[in-house]
């Protein structure tokens, strides 16, 4: 069965600590890849997306996401967080030639300044 | 302004009264979707829309029903609501239903079935 799994339900860090997000996909076939981003308050929005080519994508705010085939994962970093990288984040997966698309659980971020 | 909007944003009913929350985007966007944001499942796809007239089962399509008539309303439907279907519902729309395409998402509705 598809799956996008997180594993980091809560985060706590200090401003200007190396942030890294786990993010496990299960997928049949070819998967295009997503982070969502959730700030207090606010709809949610796109980060970033792999779909090809380069596997180390980049993102809005300094995020960027590496596609590693071979361990199923798309990890979400950011090698400086700041007070206001506060959210809930989210990972997601459609099947290449699907509509559907799947989200993990979550991680709520919180970043102490 | 582009947005996405959803109405109510809040609503508390009672079991098996039936329900409608509205969708609606001025983006012109062929792909709608409806999900449902529950602590510790995170999202969860519940019906999502190709274009007018087309529709599909995301996830967890029991007890919720959707249309599309107009390409810029897409609403969700709960025929007989049951506490289990108390949650955060989020609607969202993209150009075309393809990853290149950014998901835009709405405010939320808040519902609670007594």
């Known amino acids: 069965a598809q799956s996008v799994s997180q594993h980091n339900h809560h985060v706590i860090l200090s401003e200007a600590a190396s942030l890294e997000l786990g993010c496990n996909y299960s997928?049949?076939?070819?998967?295009?890849l997503f982070w969502y981003v959730q700030y207090p308050g606010q709809h949610l929005q796109l980060l970033l997306k792999?779909?090809?080519?380069?596997?180390l994508v980049k993102g809005i705010k300094g995020f960027e996401a590496e596609f590693i085939k071979s361990k199923f994962s798309f990890n979400l970093r950011k090698p400086s967080v700041q007070w206001s990288d506060t959210a809930e984040y989210f990972c997601a997966g459609q099947g290449s030639g699907t509509y559907k698309y799947i989200f993990g659980t979550g991680t709520r971020l919180k970043v102490l300044a | 302004e582009a947005q996405v909007t959803q109405n109510p944003r809040y609503l508390i009913t009672v079991t098996g009264k039936k329900l409608t929350v509205t969708c609606s985007q001025n983006?012109?966007?062929?792909?709608m979707s409806w999900y449902r944001q529950d602590p510790g499942l995170g999202l969860r796809q519940i019906y999502y829309s190709m274009n007018v007239e087309v529709t599909d089962k995301g996830d967890v399509p029991e007890g919720y029903k959707v249309s599309r008539k107009e390409k810029r309303n897409f609403p969700l439907i709960l025929e007989s609501p049951s506490p289990n279907q108390t949650s955060l519902y989020f609607c969202?729309?993209?150009?075309?239903?393809?990853?290149?395409?950014?998901?835009?998402f709405g405010p939320g509705t808040r519902l609670t079935v007594l």
């Open positions: 983006m012109n966007h062929e792909y």
């Open positions: 792999y779909f090809s080519g380069d596997p």
């Open positions: 969202a729309s993209s150009e075309r239903p393809s990853p290149y395409n950014e998901q835009f």
């Open positions: 997928y049949g076939g070819t998967v295009n």
